[in-house]
């Protein structure tokens, strides 16, 4: 019975479902700008959030939206969301912050620049290969944003 036990109360991390939520792409000059022989300057903004589904079940989402213009003209936009469903259970409560801000959306980023590349692609554009994402760096970097924030208003 100790054993049961014990094994419950094992760290657990699960992937229960990766999925785009979302996905829409936008060529707002077409045809003509088909015809732009110019590289277009490529605007890439990224976001994470993460949603409680029920106990020990999380939803981790990473909103991304890519801007290629030349010159002032839109050539195309891609706004792609990448999700996933992860089941933690007996993670420690200082843990379990930084698994659902780095580690999830790390194991989310490839799929997400695949679709993004994907659709470029699909839509008669070059592959858009996203940059890697230290997720670890933001993660530090909201914290300690958090943390001056937090220190501000105590002033």
């Known amino acids: 019975m100790t054993e049961a036990v014990q094994e419950n109360s094992q760290p657990m991390f699960n992937i229960e479902k990766l999925y785009v939520r979302d996905l829409s792409l936008e060529i707002p000059h077409a045809p003509h700008i088909f015809l732009e022989r110019e590289n277009p300057q490529i605007e890439v903004q990224l976001n994470t959030e993460t949603a409680t589904i029920e106990a020990d079940v999380y939803e981790v989402m990473i909103t991304t939206t890519v801007t290629a ?16 469903i992860f089941r933690l259970s007996n993670l420690p409560k200082e843990d379990m912050e930084s698994v659902l801000a780095v580690m999830c ?8 620049r695949e679709v993004v590349s994907n659709v470029a692609v ?16 933001l993660y530090q970097q909201h914290k300690q944003e958090q943390a001056q924030a937090a220190a501000a208003t105590t002033h």
């Open 69 to 84: 213009k030349v010159g002032e003209k839109v050539m195309f936009l891609i706004e792609a969301k990448q999700a996933g």
């Open 105 to 112: 959306p790390s194991i989310l980023f490839p799929y997400l």
């Open 122 to 137: 699909r839509a008669g554009f070059s592959p858009v290969m996203l940059n890697p994402v230290n997720f670890e760096m």
